[in-house]
């Protein structure tokens, strides 16, 4: 079946850098998407979602890019500290799943933050 | 923290038992979901709730059932439990419209 993937299993980046995360979903009929950053023995924490009425979205020090033409999401985290050192997913929503907005995730990448 | 709550936070039980996992919430939202995270899978959907006492299947949920009997509680049971459920079992909550789902801290669930 249709599942959401990314690029890379593991991203290490000098802190104080930008740091670019890539995610490629293959379901022409999702309509919403989301990131999360799950921190080791901990739950999924969100960090930003964007619909797919929009291509560009930011927050704090975050930024996610929607390229709907090639079915592309990344989310790119700006002066990256060593807090930000964790595993990132993506998920995306399926439009017709109902008002229960299920979501499909990938399964990760490793973010690592160099001193 | 989005105020939930999931007990026990470790579990090491034996094939064959019954387990159930709670999920306590003190948002009062509508909409909450169990999921299980295993290397390699990222997080699979077992059920979710869209209110008291209405549930459904997600893409996992051969040998759960799941329970609702109030707005706060979401039970995960595992009728008998077999190794290949163990994992790290998370819940997470949605309130109404075009809110994201927020996640508890898990369950490290193993089974011997």
């Known amino acids: 079946g249709e599942s959401v993937g990314l690029h890379l299993p593991t991203l290490s980046v000098q802190e104080g850098d930008n740091s670019i995360i890539n995610c490629a979903y293959s379901n022409s009929a999702s309509d919403y998407f989301i990131w999360y950053k799950q921190e080791s023995g901990k739950g999924p924490q969100f960090i930003i979602d964007?619909?797919?009425?929009?291509d560009k979205r930011q927050g704090q020090r975050v930024t996610v890019l929607l390229n709907k033409t090639v079915k592309h999401l990344s989310l790119q985290i700006a002066a990256t500290q060593p807090g930000d050192s964790a595993v990132y997913f993506c998920?995306?929503?399926?439009?017709?799943?109902?008002?229960?907005?299920?979501?499909?995730f990938g399964s990760g990448t490793q973010l690592t933050v160099l001193p | 923290d989005a105020g939930i709550t999931q007990s026990p936070r470790h579990k090491v039980t034996e094939t064959g038992t019954p387990v159930t996992l709670r999920c306590h919430q003190t948002e009062n939202h509508r909409y909450m979901y169990w999921y299980r995270q295993d290397p390699g899978h990222g997080l699979r959907l077992i059920h979710y709730?869209?209110?008291?006492?209405?549930?459904d299947k997600g893409e996992v949920s051969d040998g759960y059932s799941v329970s609702r009997s109030k707005t706060e509680d979401f039970l995960l049971t595992l009728e008998s439990a077999t190794s290949s459920q163990t994992s790290v079992y998370f819940c997470?909550?949605?309130?109404?419209?075009?809110?994201?789902?927020?996640f508890g801290d898990g369950t490290r669930l193993s089974i011997l």
């Open positions: 709730s869209y209110g008291v006492k209405d549930t």
């Open positions: 998920a995306e929503n399926i439009k017709d799943t109902g008002s229960a907005r299920q979501l499909t």
């Open positions: 997470a909550i949605r309130g109404e419209g075009n809110q994201p789902q927020h």
């Open positions: 964007i619909r797919s009425n929009m």
